[in-house]
């Protein structure tokens, strides 16, 4: 009996002293020089309003919010297959990588935005678009792009029609379920279907 006791004892010091905190995991998961396999790079959402009827100071809340949303259906759905917005931030403002997208955003720039994955190791990267037409009607746009190949393996658009913000989180939310899908898919071995 007294051996047992001690067993009790001592096993939550050992794995107390092997367990990694989360940050530090979720961090090297992330990290350029080691990334996750099937690792993600999720670039800001980009802001369209050059064809909308009105502008209006909040539309530039309408990228903050959708990026918000993606990245954070993203981390739930992949854990930590997604690689850091700040690494990822970082990389897509480099000036060598101005030249490569016109001098436009990296955002918006396929090959750009392929650049970034290779620079940081990723399998995948996310790019998205949301833009204005009217008030009551905007259009998100997102692809998901094989680094590897080069291959947009999901090119998607959906109109959004109604009050903006829950159109928006609704439509960010779908389009990241069937990203994070496709990513698990193509990580198992499997074809993906059709999105």
Not at 63 to 79: D, I, M, P, S
Request: hydrophobic share 50%.
């Amino acid at each position: 009996m007294g051996a047992l006791l001690s067993r009790r004892r001592i096993l939550p010091a050992i794995v107390a002293a092997f367990a990694l905190p989360a940050a530090a995991l979720a961090q090297s998961a992330s990290s350029p020089g080691d990334p996750a396999p099937g690792s993600v790079v999720v670039h800001n959402v980009a802001l369209y309003t050059a064809g909308a009827n009105l502008k209006e100071a909040s539309d530039s809340g309408r990228a903050a919010l959708a990026t918000a949303v993606l990245r954070g259906k993203l981390a739930e759905l992949l854990g930590p297959a997604l690689v850091d917005s700040a690494t990822v931030e970082r990389d897509a403002h480099d000036p060598r990588l101005r030249a490569l997208a016109g001098d436009q955003a990296c955002n918006v720039i396929v090959a750009c935005a392929r650049q970034v994955g290779r620079d940081l190791g990723a399998a995948w990267v996310v790019m998205a678009k949301v833009s204005k037409t009217s008030n009551l009607i905007w259009l998100l746009t997102g692809q998901l792009i094989n680094v590897g190949t080069g291959e947009i393996v999901m090119d998607d658009s959906t109109e959004l029609k109604g009050d903006p913000e829950p159109m928006i989180r609704a439509g960010v939310r779908i389009f990241a379920e069937r990203v994070a899908r496709i990513v698990k898919q193509r990580a198992g071995g499997q074809r993906a279907e059709r999105p």
